[in-house]
């Protein structure tokens, strides 16, 4: 909250700013126990990392409920578990709980099987000897053995979300791109002169404060809104998928479930309508509910249901996992890890974040700020401005299908080579006054000889690598001309006048492929030297 909110009547803040304004008088009332539902719903990222590091200082007892996975590992040292109207009790965080939950779920399964197999055998003794009056006595002693059993009661397994998005073709190499984009809704300018470039297999997670204009540079990227000044540019042959933050809450509410995706979908994915219901827990009879009637979290599965009916190569996702308990969120952030298209998402949940982006863009203040780097590496370069480059990685292992970027891959890699070279140069002066004694003249001769030829080699591969990031940078340029050309309406009408262009875009990227080769292999020669 700002100075100027101290004075507005909260009945002027949006749902989210009064949840926070609630939340805020609860903590300074600093009661013995916190009972919190919820807490980081409609709470940002940075609002989250600041609640979690208040709970883990707080001095009395919280119990919490909560679909954040990292929020919960941070912040919890206990949870309780649950199901068949019995609490059990787990020490621990979230992850650790989920070990020995899978651990006591094996356990009871096994003696559920051992149960049944002996209940079973007592049954077929009663009927087989039943009529025999020999066997009376020992066929009512099984019967009362049997009315004292108490059966093992075993949850039921999770029921998970179990999908792939649906392939479709590559774009090109430009997705998006937008150039001096200005928004603004009356006086408030959310967004100006924002130059942003998106290419193929970006994994772009966009953050910032609530109401620093994430949702709004989505729905320009997604072109649901168009800029006040300032141009979209959207790639050649993109096959875009929009979730919006509403997504849920724009559907008809009359039609049923399977009338919902049934209704404006391609003939060739009728067929599997039932199959991408029954994947998102709509099974039997529930396909014939009313989509007034669902939850929340029910009509968010069906949004996205919806959404995956059509092929995408371009995934634009704004708080996709609101509604979402932890099971459902696992499996949508599996499907998307091993989504082989560009991905931009607004996301919350730093679990989330941390596995999917391979680039963050900061939203405030009217502007972005671009890191190419994890979630964890661009709190780390916030934290630590000054310092050149972020240390070893901390998040998670995450799959890109982007090719190392000569600019930034390159540099870092410079870096280190230059890093090993410092410290080779260190230790070999620290030693040098012991080994001089030893070496005769010639031996000194040459070995000086031999460094004079690695300088000059390694100033030679520097300056190659120089010219190699310049002509790749100059011939991608003239490829993102090329694409804005193919890409205008009408181009491919006439064939003789856009074969040229399509030969020579084919050409460059040929070319741009072996200069990355050689590029990448002078970085590899440096860095095993």
Same mark, same amino acid.
């Given at each position: 909250?700002?100075?100027?909110?101290? *004075?507005?009547?909260?009945?002027?803040?949006?749902?989210?700013?009064?949840?926070?304004?609630?939340?805020?008088?609860?903590?300074?009332?600093?009661?013995?126990?916190?009972?919190?539902?919820?807490?980081?719903?409609?709470?940002?990222?940075?609002?989250?990392?600041?609640?979690?590091?208040?709970?883990?200082?707080?001095?009395?007892?919280?119990?919490?409920?909560?679909?954040?996975?990292?929020?919960?590992?941070?912040?919890?040292?206990?949870?309780?578990?649950?199901?068949?109207?019995?609490?059990?009790?787990?020490? @621990?965080?979230?992850?650790?709980?989920?070990?020995?939950?899978?651990?006591?779920?094996?356990?009871?399964?096994?003696?559920?099987?051992?149960?049944?197999?002996?209940?079973?055998?007592?049954?077929?003794?009663?009927?087989?000897?039943?009529?025999?009056?020999?066997?009376?006595?020992?066929?009512?002693?099984?019967?009362?053995?049997?009315?004292?059993?108490?059966?093992?009661?075993?949850?039921?397994?999770?029921?998970?979300?179990?999908?792939?998005?649906?392939?479709?073709?590559?774009?090109?190499?430009?997705?998006?791109?937008?150039?001096?984009?200005?928004?603004?809704?009356?006086?408030?300018?959310?967004?100006?002169?924002?130059?942003?470039?998106?290419?193929?297999?970006?994994?772009?997670?966009?953050?910032?404060?609530?109401?620093?204009?994430?949702?709004?540079?989505?729905?320009?990227?997604? @072109?649901?809104?168009?800029?006040?000044?300032?141009?979209?540019?959207?790639?050649?042959?993109? /096959?875009?998928?929009?979730?919006?933050?509403?997504?849920?809450?724009?559907?008809?509410?009359?039609?049923?479930?399977?009338?919902?995706?049934?209704?404006?979908?391609?003939?060739?994915? /009728?067929?599997?309508?039932?199959?991408?219901?029954?994947?998102?827990?709509?099974?039997?009879?529930?396909?014939?509910?009313?989509?007034?009637?669902?939850?929340?979290?029910?009509?968010?599965?069906?949004?996205?249901?919806?959404?995956?009916?059509?092929?995408?190569?371009?995934?634009?996702?704004?708080?996709?996992?609101?509604?979402?308990?932890?099971?459902?969120?696992?499996?949508?952030?599996?499907?998307?890890?091993?989504?082989?298209?560009?991905?931009?998402?607004?996301?919350?949940?730093?679990?989330?974040?941390?596995?999917?982006?391979?680039?963050?863009?900061?939203?405030?203040?009217?502007?972005?700020?671009?890191?190419?780097?994890?979630?964890?590496?661009?709190?780390?370069?916030?934290?630590?401005?000054? =310092?050149?480059?972020?240390?070893?990685?901390?998040?998670?292992?995450?799959?890109?299908?982007?090719?190392?970027?000569?600019?930034?891959?390159?540099?870092?890699?410079?870096?280190?080579?230059?890093?090993?070279?410092?410290?080779?140069?260190?230790?070999?002066?620290?030693?040098?006054?012991?080994?001089?004694?030893?070496?005769?003249?010639?031996?000194?001769?040459?070995?000086?000889?031999?460094?004079?030829?690695?300088?000059?080699?390694?100033?030679?591969?520097?300056?190659?690598?120089?010219?190699?990031?310049?002509?790749?940078?100059?011939?991608?340029?003239? =490829?993102?001309?090329?694409?804005?050309?193919?890409?205008?309406?009408?181009?491919?009408?006439?064939?003789?006048?856009?074969?040229?262009?399509?030969?020579?875009?084919?050409?460059?990227?040929?070319?741009?492929? *072996?200069?990355?080769?050689?590029?990448?292999?002078?970085?590899?020669?440096?860095?095993?030297?």
């Amino acid at each position: 909250f700002s100075k100027a909110d101290f *004075d507005r009547p909260t009945d002027t803040f949006s749902g989210g700013w009064q949840m926070r304004l609630a939340l805020a008088k609860l903590l300074l009332g600093e009661p013995g126990l916190l009972l919190l539902d919820e807490p980081t719903n409609h709470l940002d990222l940075e609002a989250r990392n600041w609640l979690e590091e208040y709970l883990n200082q707080y001095p009395r007892a919280v119990i919490l409920v909560s679909h954040d996975r990292f929020f919960l590992d941070a912040v919890v040292t206990r949870i309780a578990d649950l199901s068949l109207r019995t609490l059990t009790d787990y020490v @621990g965080n979230y992850s650790q709980y989920l070990v020995a939950h899978e651990a006591r779920m094996d356990a009871l399964r096994k003696a559920k099987r051992e149960q049944d197999e002996e209940v079973a055998r007592v049954k077929m003794f009663i009927d087989r000897f039943r009529y025999q009056a020999t066997k009376a006595a020992q066929v009512q002693s099984r019967i009362k053995l049997l009315e004292k059993v108490v059966p093992i009661d075993v949850p039921a397994e999770r029921k998970k979300i179990h999908f792939d998005f649906p392939t479709a073709g590559k774009s090109g190499r430009t997705v998006l791109e937008l150039k001096h984009v200005r928004k603004a809704y009356g006086e408030l300018v959310v967004l100006k002169d924002i130059d942003l470039h998106i290419e193929r297999g970006d994994r772009i997670a966009l953050v910032g404060v609530n109401g620093a204009g994430k949702s709004t540079l989505m729905r320009l990227l997604s @072109g649901e809104e168009e800029p006040d000044s300032g141009t979209r540019t959207e790639g050649h042959h993109v /096959v875009m998928q929009y979730f919006a933050q509403d997504e849920a809450t724009r559907m008809d509410p009359v039609p049923t479930v399977y009338e919902t995706l049934s209704s404006g979908s391609p003939m060739d994915m /009728v067929p599997a309508i039932r199959n991408i219901l029954g994947g998102f827990l709509f099974t039997g009879d529930d396909v014939y509910k009313k989509v007034r009637v669902l939850s929340g979290g029910e009509r968010t599965r069906l949004a996205v249901a919806r959404m995956l009916l059509r092929p995408s190569n371009t995934l634009l996702l704004d708080e996709p996992t609101n509604h979402l308990d932890l099971d459902s969120k696992e499996v949508l952030l599996d499907a998307l890890v091993d989504y082989g298209g560009t991905l931009i998402f607004v996301s919350h949940d730093r679990y989330f974040v941390e596995r999917l982006a391979t680039k963050i863009v900061e939203v405030g203040n009217g502007g972005i700020l671009v890191y190419p780097g994890t979630y964890a590496e661009f709190l780390w370069h916030k934290e630590h401005p000054d =310092m050149p480059a972020s240390p070893a990685k901390t998040a998670p292992a995450t799959r890109s299908t982007t090719p190392p970027k000569p600019g930034a891959q390159g540099t870092a890699a410079k870096g280190a080579a230059g890093s090993a070279k410092a410290e080779a140069t260190g230790a070999s002066a620290t030693a040098s006054p012991v080994a001089s004694a030893a070496l005769s003249r010639e031996d000194k001769k040459r070995i000086e000889a031999e460094a004079r030829r690695k300088a000059r080699a390694d100033q030679a591969r520097r300056t190659q690598v120089a010219e190699l990031e310049a002509k790749i940078a100059a011939i991608e340029q003239e =490829m993102r001309d090329l694409e804005q050309t193919m890409s205008a309406d009408g181009f491919y009408g006439d064939r003789a006048a856009a074969q040229p262009i399509i030969d020579r875009h084919q050409a460059l990227m040929w070319e741009v492929g *072996d200069l990355m080769g050689q590029w990448e292999a002078l970085q590899e020669h440096a860095s095993e030297s």
